[in-house]
């Protein structure tokens, strides 16, 4: 039997003929983008869903990333964690900003609260976590210190679409969060982002930047930049919003079909929930002890691969083994050591709203071994 190929990442796409309504809506209105009505619909009825009080949309979560820097006018040096996406660590590049890398908690691979204060110098200006796979981080333990030295926070929550903790939205700490809506993430314009902001101010300077500073007609308050979100992909979104909490329900059964049949593996962990948090289930990672497992990450992965199963390395390089960082003093592994294990062990499994019990089934068998 040809074995169905089974990706990490699949975009959970709604029926085609629920979208044609919004197209044929949109030919009416004969407004494609710049702050339309599907844009304004889908800014309330995001912070709505995630009970945040400012969205910003915007064309995609590097730009999101990029702007926020801009808006709260970082300079100097950033903190940040070498254990994402690349895009968390170019958007410092692009603000002509240098990111100082320091290492993650082992638990959470989060950025480590206790490692930030000696990276701190003169120059540093702001720190930029991840929520990676969506755990919330130290947000406690990362606010003191920067309120202590004057820091700004922007939280990458790519990850964190809707996580939750005690019923408030993780989305409410630090200066800023953004996020992203990408084709591969829980919720999704196909490309896409926003940034979450606590006051209308903030998000009015955000709106301006975005739409390369015009307040009015006539009015160019900064040298913005082209990052809006257009009406098709607005109105798309609204249209996924409608779908993301069924999909949610079946990655919840999915993580718990791996978590009850992965428990026995020997050489194989994976995280816990943190708690007192309610997850979005929007990544499984696995962790490769070669001793105990008796293969090498890389040799799982090649065989998942073989058999049509697409795990990824998320993440693996660290952002600081890249041509562009490796060569800062921060980037050296042996300041990095529990984010650097973590890249060498990880695979995520595929993990959407799109998968049944028996890929699921599948892929546990391949990792017995
Ligand atoms: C996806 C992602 C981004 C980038 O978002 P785009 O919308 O693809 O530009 C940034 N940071 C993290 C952690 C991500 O996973």
């Known amino acids: 039997m040809q074995d169905k190929i089974i990706t990490v990442s699949s975009p959970v796409l709604p029926p085609l003929e629920e979208y044609v309504p919004y197209l044929?809506?949109?030919?009416?209105r004969k407004?494609?983008?710049?702050?339309?009505?599907?844009?304004?619909?889908?800014?309330?009825?995001?912070?709505?869903?995630?009970?945040?009080?400012?969205?910003?949309?915007f064309a995609n979560g590097t730009l999101g990333l990029i702007l926020a820097l801009k808006a709260l006018d970082i300079s100097g040096e950033v903190i940040t964690t070498p254990y994402s996406f690349v895009a968390t660590t170019h958007s410092l590049w692009w603000n002509n900003i240098t990111p100082v890398f320091v290492d993650v908690d082992p638990d959470t691979l989060n950025l480590d609260p206790a490692r930030i204060e000696?990276?701190?110098?003169?120059?540093t200006t702001a720190i930029l976590p991840v929520h990676v796979y969506g755990t919330i981080c130290d947000v406690a333990g990362i606010k003191e210190i920067a309120d202590r030295h004057g820091l700004k926070v922007i939280y990458d929550a790519a990850h964190a679409f809707g996580v939750e903790e005690n019923g408030k939205p993780v989305l409410?700490?630090?200066?800023?969060?953004?996020?992203?809506?990408?084709?591969?993430?829980?919720?999704?314009?196909?490309?896409?982002?926003?940034?979450?902001?606590?006051?209308?101010?903030m998000k009015n300077r955000i709106d301006y930047l975005k739409n390369f500073g015009y307040v009015d007609e006539v009015?160019?308050?900064?040298?913005?930049?082209?990052?809006?979100?257009?009406?098709?992909?607005?109105?798309?979104?609204?249209?996924?919003?409608?779908?993301?909490?069924?999909?949610?329900?079946?990655?919840?059964?999915?993580?718990?079909?791996?978590r009850t049949h992965l428990r026995s593996a020997p050489g194989i962990t994976f995280m816990s929930d943190v708690a007192g948090t309610s997850p979005n289930y929007s990544y499984f990672p696995i962790f490769v002890s070669k001793e105990k497992y008796g293969h090498s990450r890389d040799e799982l992965y090649e065989r998942l691969k073989q058999n049509k199963v697409f795990g990824r390395r998320y993440f693996y390089p660290l952002?600081?083994?890249?041509?562009?960082?490796?060569?800062?003093?921060?980037?050296?592994?042996?300041?990095?050591?529990?984010?650097?294990?973590?890249?060498?062990?990880?695979?995520?499994?595929?993990?959407?709203g799109d998968l049944t019990d028996e890929d699921a089934g599948r892929i546990v068998e391949l990792i017995k071994w």
């Not at 979100?229 to 919003?241: I, P």
């Open 24 to 28: 044929e809506d949109i030919w009416k």
């Open 31 to 57: 407004w494609l983008t710049n702050n339309g009505h599907y844009h304004q619909e889908l800014e309330r009825e995001l912070s709505a869903y995630l009970k945040v009080p400012h969205v910003s949309l």
């Open 118 to 123: 000696a990276a701190i110098t003169p120059h």
């Open 172 to 201: 409410r700490h630090g200066d800023l969060s953004i996020l992203s809506f990408h084709a591969t993430k829980t919720f999704s314009t196909v490309e896409g982002g926003a940034i979450v902001s606590h006051t209308e101010e």
């Open 219 to 258: 009015t160019v308050i900064a040298p913005g930049i082209n990052a809006k979100l257009n009406e098709l992909q607005s109105a798309y979104g609204l249209l996924c919003l409608k779908h993301v909490e069924r999909a949610k329900r079946v990655r919840k059964r999915i993580t718990e079909f791996y």
């Open 319 to 352: 952002i600081s083994d890249f041509p562009p960082y490796r060569d800062l003093p921060s980037a050296a592994r042996s300041n990095l050591r529990v984010a650097a294990t973590a890249a060498d062990r990880v695979i995520c499994l595929p993990m959407h």
